[in-house]
């Protein structure tokens, strides 16, 4: 009996379809279920994705439905909100945001769900803390998508730099996948061997990773100024974090996870390094920070208190 590897997408706009692409490509789910408020909208995105599969490396069946389709599901990947608009901040998305979340939730649980969420609705850490109340899931199955799109642009422009494979380059961003995110350059290394040492013994200015940093933050207004929306690179991301997880891989990757005393930190979610399994987050990889890199990570979590105090849970007590 083939094992059962269902997914169903909430939200069928540019990041939810860029995702569902992804998957239609490198296979391995088979059955996608497609949910939009604009019923018409997933049943036609539903239809142009089907009529790939003949190409397609791995059977999948693809169709539009409702929340009822939860039921059975092994994830439920909510990518539904307004985007993201040239010159606003992902915090500024929040109150609206917060409100189509918690709506979408509990359409979700109601239907019996007992998968894993995986959210990456902006502003994301708010978003998926708004999920986790709203839920009352345990922080393992309540998955943001965190910074690994960040560390994404991050390892991308150190290869291209180093002139080294991407794929070699092993760096995180961490905090607030957002304006308040940073580095901990300490922990970055090319294959096993420290960056720093890597930009030191070829003669680099370490300097210069202050720029890539700054590059990797400003990346997204950057590409919303240029075409209005960023989708394919967290498209992909999502992609490959849902596998994590249908693949039981225990994968490294900088999500969005439930900050329980580590870090000094409780009561909001926040991207941090950690293990990726069938059961959704394994454990928190917990670096040991500098004096410096722990402030910055303390900053980064009282952005997002402030707007949890001041914002969220006024709307997460609503009736």
Known sequence: ?????????????????????????????????????????????????????????????????????????????????????????????????????????????????KGIFVVASNPVDLMTYVVYKTSGFPKQRVIGSGTVLDTARLRFLIGEYLQVASKNVHAYIMGEHGDSSFV??????????KLIDVMNENGKD????????????????????????????????????????????????????YQNGEYGHTGMFIGVPAIINRNGIKEMMELKLDSNDQKKFDDSCKVLIKMIEEDINSILEEE
């Open 1 to 113: 009996m083939v094992e059962k590897r269902k997914i169903v997408l909430v939200g069928t706009g540019f990041v939810g379809m860029s995702m569902a692409y992804s998957i239609l490509n490198q296979g391995g789910i088979n059955e996608l279920v497609l949910i939009d408020v604009v019923k018409e909208k997933a049943e036609g995105e539903a239809m142009d994705l089907s009529h790939g599969m003949p190409f397609a490396p791995t059977k999948m069946d693809i169709k539009a439905g409702d929340y009822s389709e939860c039921k059975d599901a092994n994830i439920v990947v909510i990518t539904a909100g307004l985007n993201q608009k040239p010159g606003q901040t992902r915090l500024e998305l929040a109150k609206a945001n917060a409100k189509i979340m918690k709506d979408i939730t509990k359409q979700v649980v109601a239907s019996g769900f």
């Open 184 to 193: 901990p350059w300490g922990h970055c290394y090319v294959g096993c061997k």
């Open 206 to 257: 370490v300097k210069d990773l202050d720029k890539i940093y700054t590059q990797v933050q400003q990346a997204a207004y950057e590409i919303i100024e240029k075409k209005k929306a960023t989708y394919y690179g967290i498209g992909i991301a999502l992609t490959r974090l849902i596998k994590a997880i249908l693949g039981d891989e225990n994968a490294i990757m900088p999500i969005s996870m």
